[in-house]
């Protein structure tokens, strides 16, 4: 009997994020050490106070409203204004059972061209497919972290102008861990408005900025961006799947739409978890220090392994914000090339098979399929261990703080000069 399989999905395949970690987690089962540099999870716990907000609201089992709870949605509308300056209210928010949901239901109802810069997130362009959108990647430099630049953006729109589009810019960057500065952004803010493009923002790593010093290019180009982000990545709570879409009032007839789609596909959000969340909204002076402690600890791993990688010839952007890397082993191209490597598939079977280390191929990201390059995400250390050691000894190094990740980013050097 054929199966009668909508083609959008046909040749739809897992996104590469979890099959790497599945993977992982497969080979350690079966005795095999394994550096999990491949997925993209936070290493630290969730702020004790807001776990134990979710233990005294374990019995809310009510069916909440589908934009979210309102004293939640107020909450984040007040993070968004203290953080990033954002002029929003709880009529501007929408709750979702993590962001990655929200972002399929406006690709679902938006009808217009979605713009990716290259590379990007593994999700994006996937997303586009299941909701039979037309896509285009944009070329980025590496000289600029493999971020958007507004030349490129402005030159790939004036070959068709009134074309409703939408752009999904992230930063800091997945995979390159760069980000954009406040002239980028106007850059781009500018030329956004210039052609009438809907900017959704994904802004998930904005507070693991290493230096906390993120901007949102909704300051710049207010009535045309929507910001994503959630509790996933600057909360730990990545498995609690709870993100946040904040529209501009000029975006509010979208907003109502994605609530209609809503109602008929998920409903609501976990009732628990969505008054958790309220109180990692508000923050205060434990879940700042949370903060503070996250960014040195990422910043100072991030900066060692690019060091590392550098010196065997590794190339990466400039580490800023997030949990990755984006080694370029190009210069090692005629040695893999002998070694029948010459994809970034090939690349990282065979640093998983030869040294243990899981990294994810930059094919799975957009990039070409002979780019001989990886997303690496140093993670996988203990992060309440860590977090307890640079209060003690604010000096610690990354040695001391991420033992298993240096010692891969090791591996990986090695690897290279066999």
């Not at 987690?25 to 716990?45: H, I, M, R, W």
Request: proline share 6%; glycine share 8%; with cysteine.
């Amino acid at each position: 009997m054929s199966q009668p399989i909508n083609t959008n999905i046909t040749n739809l395949k897992p996104s590469a994020t979890l099959v790497i970690n599945e993977r992982s987690n497969d080979l350690v089962a079966a005795g095999k050490k394994v550096y999990k540099l491949g997925f993209g999870q936070s290493p630290f716990p969730v702020p004790q106070v807001v776990v134990d907000a979710l233990k005294d609201n374990a019995h809310q089992k009510d069916y909440l409203p589908v934009r979210g709870l309102y004293a939640l949605r107020e909450a984040v509308a007040n993070y968004h204004q203290r953080k990033f300056g954002l002029d929003t209210s709880a009529e501007d928010v929408l709750i979702g059972p993590g962001s990655k949901e929200l972002l399929f239901l406006t690709q679902m109802i938006y009808q217009g061209e979605l713009l990716l810069p290259q590379p990007s997130w593994v999700s994006y362009e996937p997303q586009a497919h299941l909701a039979n959108k037309g896509h285009h990647w944009l070329t980025t430099k590496v000289e600029n972290g493999y971020m958007l630049d507004g030349a490129t953006l402005d030159n790939y729109c004036n070959h068709q102008v009134d074309v409703p589009r939408i752009l999904i810019l992230n930063y800091p960057s997945n995979p390159a861990g760069s980000s954009l500065s406040i002239a980028q952004l106007q850059e781009l803010a500018t030329v956004a408005r210039k052609h009438k493009i809907l900017i959704l923002s994904d802004e998930i790593y904005g507070d693991v900025d290493h230096k906390g010093q993120h901007e949102s290019i909704a300051k710049y180009y207010p009535e045309g961006t929507i910001v994503r982000s959630g509790l996933s990545k600057w909360c730990g709570a990545g498995g609690w799947r709870l993100g946040t879409f904040v529209f501009p009032k000029e975006l509010r007839w979208l907003l109502d739409k994605m609530a209609v789609v809503a109602s008929e596909t998920f409903t609501t959000t976990s009732a628990p978890i969505q008054y958790a969340a309220v109180k990692a909204y508000e923050g205060g002076l434990e879940i700042e220090e949370y903060l503070k402690h996250s960014r040195i600890i990422l910043q100072r791993v991030a900066q060692a392994s690019a060091e590392i990688l550098g010196q065997h010839k590794i190339d990466t952007p400039k580490p800023k914000g997030g949990f990755y890397l984006m080694p370029d082993f190009n210069y090692y191209k005629a040695t893999l090339q002998a070694k029948n490597i010459t994809n970034s598939i090939q690349l990282s079977e065979s640093l998983l098979e030869e040294t243990g280390v899981a990294l994810l191929p930059l094919n799975a990201f957009g990039m070409p399929d002979d780019f001989l390059g990886v997303r690496l995400s140093y993670v996988d250390f203990d992060g309440t261990k860590a977090l307890q050691m640079i209060k003690e000894n604010p000096n610690a190094t990354a040695e001391e703080l991420a033992p298993k990740v240096m010692e891969g980013i090791r591996l990986i050097g090695e690897w290279v000069t066999r």
